[in-house]
């Protein structure tokens, strides 16, 4: 035993390198494995291995999916003239369940964040323009967090989309629907204000 | 595609069994995952595998081992006069780490806690007396938690045990080393004040 790799040890380590998650919480997550039946480690275990296994880039519009093109990009009944580009994966899910578009997607894989050294190289921008070398596309829509990295990420890819002629839009910031002005937070009132329209 | 299950979903399902993990961590570990290299997927869910098959229950002490009797069952350098009773297979770490005891544990498996439903035939007090039968044990040291539930359960053992001609300890509690009293909490100075000691 003394030469083997203790599996207390082992769990704790591995489960420790997930964001988040450090010593303390790996320990507790161990030991709670344990008291459970050995079936609850086999499933967990077979759901992360089937994961790494099955999901894969789309070539197109660089979503994480089970087939290459993803659901979306081989659905010929979705608007293929707008792209909206999004942040990351799970993003898309929201924009989805909003039901308010039925255009085109496009994940970055990030935004550019200087102080994490991740610049446009790192992003998945060739793939975008890649596709707007396609005619049919007439309209970007930024869909980047509204925080110092996506505005500047969204700033950065509109100038360099406008001069091939397409629309670039932005997705509207401002007071989420439902908050009260009261209760609004300061930024969002701030945006609100910035970007008022008439009526 | 659409009768199989989906991996993104099922692991986000698993990964939220974890106490303490819901929905919305699991699924930024799972998209964390998904940025990873496959090989880090497959390091953490063979470490969860292995955890599950290698672990056993120590027949006598009931602590989680790779082995049957474990490490310190099989130690007959340690004193097999005084058993060290504990809640959880970590505080036998607690113990040891301290230097301070070189006997024999138990792992009682959680402590007596009407509120959760946890009464004594749910833990290890069985096996315990078992133990007991065997007269080179002469004393037992309560090493269960200083809260209301570690408290009950340490009550209840004493009571058990005196009866058996064994002597009955408890782990002292108070103000802990290094702790200024201004920045005690009120409880440890409270058992301070209870347990004063003769000088």
Redesign the interface.
């Known amino acids: 035993?003394s030469s083997?790799v203790?599996?207390?040890r082992?769990?704790i380590?591995?489960?420790s390198?997930?964001?988040?998650?450090g010593d303390r919480?790996a320990?507790?997550?161990?030991?709670?494995?344990?008291?459970q039946e050995?079936a609850?480690?086999?499933?967990?275990?077979?759901?992360?291995?089937?994961?790494?296994?099955?999901?894969v880039r789309c070539s197109i519009c660089c979503d994480?999916s089970?087939?290459d093109p993803c659901?979306r990009c081989a659905d010929t009944s979705r608007d293929p003239s707008v792209i909206c580009v999004v942040e990351?994966?799970?993003d898309i899910v929201a924009i989805e369940n909003s039901g308010g578009f039925r255009g085109r997607f496009h994940v970055l894989?990030g935004a550019i964040s200087p102080l994490d050294g991740v610049g446009p190289d790192q992003l998945r921008v060739q793939e975008l323009l890649r596709r707007l070398e396609d005619d049919t596309v007439t309209e970007v829509l930024l869909a980047t967090d509204p925080d110092v990295d996506g505005d500047a990420t969204a700033l950065y890819l509109a100038r360099l989309i406008k001069p091939l002629g397409r629309r670039v839009t932005r997705l509207a910031h401002g007071i989420s629907v439902g908050t009260e002005l009261e209760f609004a937070d300061r930024s969002s009132v701030a945006r609100a204000i910035e970007h008022r329209r008439e009526m």
């Open positions: 035993m083997s203790d599996p207390l082992q769990c380590a591995q489960l390198r997930f964001p988040g998650i919480t320990a507790r997550l161990t030991y709670w494995l344990l008291r050995p609850v480690a086999d499933d967990i275990a077979g759901a992360i291995r089937y994961l790494a296994q099955s999901m994480i089970t087939a659901r990351r994966p799970q894989d």
